[in-house]
């Protein structure tokens, strides 16, 4: 159905709809975390509560900490990252999300816990906290949070990563619809975001993200498996390791599921796949869609393998490796390390290791923020055929970038601008589009694109 003529804002802080009005406390106008809060008959709702759980303290704005609830619409950090900090200042507003998500949350905000120097007894007081004020939502099934109000909250798929969803909250007088990240249409794990909605109220408000707004073309399916393809067969040439930092959570599904595709039609593609966090044997196993890509043996050996010399196939490094045992492995392997950004994590000692060598390849699965340490690897690329390589500085050591750097953009796990204008035009009548979750160029490039 078309739209009649939405107003789009870019970069407002402050917005009011029927009845109340949405504040973005922070994403307004970054792709870092993001929190937005909905002030809606006397009463206030989080959506989403994003930070960096390893910045020491994590400070959060006043109004997370009175929120009356919480919608998490994914388990990514800049979604879920605030969330121990609210439960150590003895928060017990209910948390909404779907079951996956959920799931999802607690390893990975445990496994940071754990990163932080946290005990087996915090992560435990963590997990408890967590489920003590979780509420579990299913796909596409309304229920109504408050006894006494008048208000409706749906959640819908979004794609993204498992258990992403959009959030629609319906009250007598308005109507909102929150996108949480969009998705491809492409993603064969996580799937398509939703499509078809109810046309029975108008939307005064569609919040949504714009990560990749001012992007227009996407890699097809084909060119994915070619370009993994290739860079396989280069670091087996010349007898390097490939390091993708990513966070085991969504796209490394989706990498899986290519690499199993490209190594059925060639089996001399076959590498040693290395998930260097104890959240891949957890994730693997508790999310059925990463279990199908891994046949019965390969389970087995996932449950008792621990050491990435003996293991051919897909294992987990579940204890702390050195990384440097890593980098001295003689078979090219694929080796998967949290966080994605690169900032912080098991991820800046492998960066350490593997950096400095021209026949190690670092691959980004995930989309880098400007400014961000990951960013700023993609960006020195371009001077990697100058006789003096360029430095990073990691853990305070300058580290020479040697290692070729590609990316595959084709898992970002984010629409681009096609594809989010694509996901407006399945909306019936929006009065409002309000953009947030990604840089000014983006927010403009896609406002412009939205607009008629
Ligand atoms: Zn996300």
Redesign the pocket.
Known sequence: MTNSQPTIITRQEEIPFPGGRVRFLNGADTVQATMTLVEIDGLTMLVDCGANPFQTPVELPDEAFEADAILL????M??VGGIPRLLTSGFFAPVFATDTTLAITRIALGECIRQNGGEHRDVRAFSGGLDHIARSVGFDSPFKPFSKRDIEITFHPAG??LG?ASIEIKTEQARLLFS??IGPATLPVAGAPNDTWKNDQPFDLVVM?S?RGDVQADQSRMEIEAALADMIRTAQAQNGHIVVPASII?RTQELIHYLNNITERDDTLQIPVALDTAMGLRIANDTPPLAAFVDESGLAKLSRADDPLNIDGLYTVRKTKDPKKLRELDKTTLIVTGFGSCDSGRIVSQLIELLPYPENTVLFIGYQAPGSVGRQIISMSDGQQEDVAPTIQLNDEDIPVRASIRTLPGLY??ATQPGLVNWVNQLPNIKQIALHHGTAAAQDALAKALSP
Do not use: F, L, N
């Open positions: 619409t994914h388990a990514h800049d979604h993204h990563i992403a949480g990240d993200e990560t969504g796990a984010h």
